[in-house]
């Protein structure tokens, strides 16, 4: 993963092995197939597996709708009914500011504003929060009812205390949106994108996948989350 993140030149050939050992043994009994969930366990968690390359050339992500899940019976669990709405509620949060985090410098993310843009395009009557001294809160009210969340910024992620993880509103670093609030939603939105860096990185287990931020809003009852 780190390979891949920082694109380092072993990434390719990283991504040929693990795609030797981890999907060429069961490559034929995908024949015919079009969505494939995979169910990591443990410190499988950390393979990027949309990036795996197979002998000819083609990474996973080409060759299947691909998606992970933290358990079996999540995969296997339809989830409740909520109807489809000919006009969604989306909200669009974009936190492009510069931070300082643990003693790291995180720049400013200049290509938010265009991602957003695109997003209200499709959404035109989509709810858009992007002010420098945003507020949790007003996120939180936002995300009540919502169908469609879409985060353009940084997120923070804390191995030891999974719960601290945070995804970053605003300059001001106590209106932070931390996991544990995240998994206080009465119910998370049917889709959510996290377009942050490591949404989907943290603690893995052998019982519940990885203790990360998207896993938060999976908690909650988010149908699919995009990390």
Do not use: K
Not at 69 to 97: D, E, F, I, Y
Not at 103 to 129: C, I, K, S
């Amino acid at each position: 993963r780190r390979a891949v993140s920082d694109g380092l030149p072993e990434a390719e050939p990283l991504a040929a092995d693990l795609h030797r050992v981890l999907v060429s043994p069961v490559r034929a009994r995908l024949a015919g197939v079009r969505s494939l969930v995979i169910v990591p366990d443990g410190d499988l968690w950390l393979v990027p597996f949309p990036m795996l390359r197979g002998p000819d050339g083609t990474r996973l992500i080409e060759a299947f709708a691909l998606s992970l899940s933290p358990s079996v019976r999540w995969a296997t669990t339809t989830a409740p009914a909520r109807g489809s709405r000919l006009s969604p509620r989306v909200v669009v949060v974009t936190a492009a500011m510069a931070a300082d985090v643990d003693g790291r410098r995180l720049p400013a993310l200049a290509a938010t504003g265009r991602e957003a843009a695109t997003v209200q395009a499709l959404y035109p009557r989509a709810t858009r929060l992007g002010r420098l001294d945003l507020t949790r809160a007003e996120v939180l009210t936002a995300l009540r009812g919502a169908d469609i969340f879409h985060f353009a910024g940084h997120s923070v992620v804390d191995l030891e205390n999974p719960a601290r993880s945070r995804l970053l509103m605003s300059v001001d670093p106590t209106q932070a949106l931390f996991s544990s609030e995240l998994a206080a939603l009465s119910r998370a939105p049917r889709l959510v994108i996290l377009a942050s860096c490591e949404s989907a990185a943290g603690r893995p287990s052998h019982t519940g996948g990885v203790a990360s931020l998207a896993a938060a809003f999976l908690a909650r009852g988010a149908d699919a989350v995009v990390a």
